[in-house]
C-alpha cells in the first residue's frame, strides 16, 4: 500500500502503513509474551487503543530507569521535554 499521487507523472510516496506498526521489546522488567494492542487483517490500522509517540518514548524511557518528566530542558525561556505535556508510561507493558 502506498500514497496514490493526484497529479500525473509524480510517483507515489513510501508512506505505507503509517498509522500502525509492531515493536518488540525485551528487558527491563517487560512482561514477555503479550500483545498490547491489534491490527487490522492487512496490518494498516489499529484496531484497538493508539499510542501516541510522546506515550512509546515515555515508556522505554521508563524501561531504562529514566522519568520522562524530569528530562527538562529550557530553549528561549519554554521548558521543554522529548515526551512534550502529553506523554504517559503504559505500565501494562512491565510485569
Same mark, same amino acid.
Given at each position: ?5 493526484d ?14 506498526f $509492531?515493536?518488540?521489546f525485551?528487558? +527491563?522488567e517487560?512482561?514477555?509474551?503479550? @500483545? ?8 494498516? *490500522?489499529?484496531t ?5 509517540v510522546y506515550?512509546?518514548?515515555? $515508556?522505554?524511557?521508563?524501561a531504562l +530507569?529514566l522519568?520522562?518528566?524530569?528530562? @527538562?530542558?529550557?530553549l528561549?525561556?519554554c521548558?521543554?521535554? *522529548? ?5 504517559e508510561?503504559k ?5
Amino acid at each position: 500500500m502506498a500514497q496514490k499521487s493526484d497529479k500525473p507523472n509524480v510517483p507515489v510516496g513510501r508512506d505505507h502503513q503509517i498509522e500502525a506498526f $509492531t515493536m518488540w521489546f525485551a528487558g +527491563g522488567e517487560v512482561k514477555p509474551g503479550q @500483545t498490547i494492542e491489534t491490527t487490522n487483517d492487512p496490518g494498516c *490500522l489499529a484496531t484497538g487503543e493508539s499510542w501516541h509517540v510522546y506515550d512509546l518514548q515515555a $515508556t522505554i524511557l521508563y524501561a531504562l +530507569g529514566l522519568d520522562h518528566e524530569q528530562l @527538562t530542558y529550557r530553549l528561549q525561556g519554554c521548558d521543554f521535554r *522529548l515526551t512534550d505535556i502529553h506523554g504517559e508510561v503504559k505500565h501494562r507493558l512491565f510485569s
